[in-house]
């Protein structure tokens, strides 16, 4: 099995990640050379600077893969997109639907949590997402501010009611700040985080998930815990959709050592 990456910023010239077609194919080679067998293109969606249209984002990706398939780099690239945390959930169906990943019946979408912190705001947009039939996967928990102290508690009924959490690599990295990586740490060893994701931007930030195996080891998962964490839990998501229902293990808040 390979590593599948479900939050990456590789599709070029559409938001802050790949600049050009030549950062996107440099980065694919590093990805199959590290054992990444398929990676989910997830330019920012109703961001207040990038803004991508989500009705172009299928197009975009097949002229990626194309140029992927040009240069006989084995990688395989789905369309999908990364929500900002305000104003998206009135999106049409179609557009969702293109965003979408999974089987009908387990369609989930990937939410980006508010920096400034899990609020109010945001857990009601997340609801009304889910209440129009979509899980979510809710990208970088660990980076929201205050998510260790209090921010858990409005997380914690989304995560209840079955949405599922994607930690970044970056964060495990340290590359965000000694706070996102205890929490991430946290979520990991925890159990809270359903899996790990790049959230790379090729040209900038060029992390693997491939490191995010060791990083999983080191911050006190079992490699058995790393591995689904990486390979076979978004694999799941990709092939079978999010999990319906409440979830099953009732979580507590994330533990950081004292
Ligand atoms: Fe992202």
């Given at each position: ?175 965000n700040g000694a706070r996102a ?78």
């Amino acid at each position: 099995m390979s590593y599948a990456d479900i939050h990456c910023h590789i599709l070029p010239g559409v938001d802050d990640g790949a600049r050009s077609i030549e950062e996107s194919l440099d980065y694919a080679r590093r990805l199959t050379a590290e054992g990444v067998g398929e990676v989910v293109a997830t330019p920012h969606i109703g961001h207040p600077v990038f803004g991508t249209d989500p009705m172009a984002v299928p197009l975009r990706v097949a002229e990626l893969q194309a140029a992927l398939a040009g240069e006989g780099i084995a990688l395989d690239v789905h369309a999908g997109g990364e929500l900002f945390p305000h104003g998206n959930c009135d999106l049409p169906d179609e557009a969702l639907e293109l965003l979408a990943h999974g089987p009908p019946g387990a369609r989930w979408l990937l939410m980006e949590v508010p920096f400034a912190g899990v609020d109010q705001r945001f857990a009601g947009e997340a609801a009304i997402l889910m209440g129009r039939g979509y899980g979510l996967v809710i990208a970088h928990p660990e980076r929201a501010e205050g998510l260790l102290e209090g921010g858990w508690e409005l997380l914690e009924p989304l995560v209840g009611a079955g949405a599922l959490l994607q930690v970044n690599v970056c964060s495990l990295l340290g590359n965000n700040g000694a706070r996102a990586k205890a929490a991430g740490e946290a979520l990991v060893r925890g159990g809270q985080a359903f899996t790990i994701a790049s959230d790379a931007h090729p040209g900038t930030r060029e992390h693997t998930l491939a490191l995010g195996f060791p990083l999983a080891i080191r911050a006190g998962a079992s490699s058995v815990q790393a591995w689904r964490l990486t390979q076979a839990n978004p694999r799941f998501l990709l092939e079978s959709g999010i999990p319906k229902g409440p979830a099953a293990i009732p979580f507590g808040p994330p533990q950081v050592p004292a």
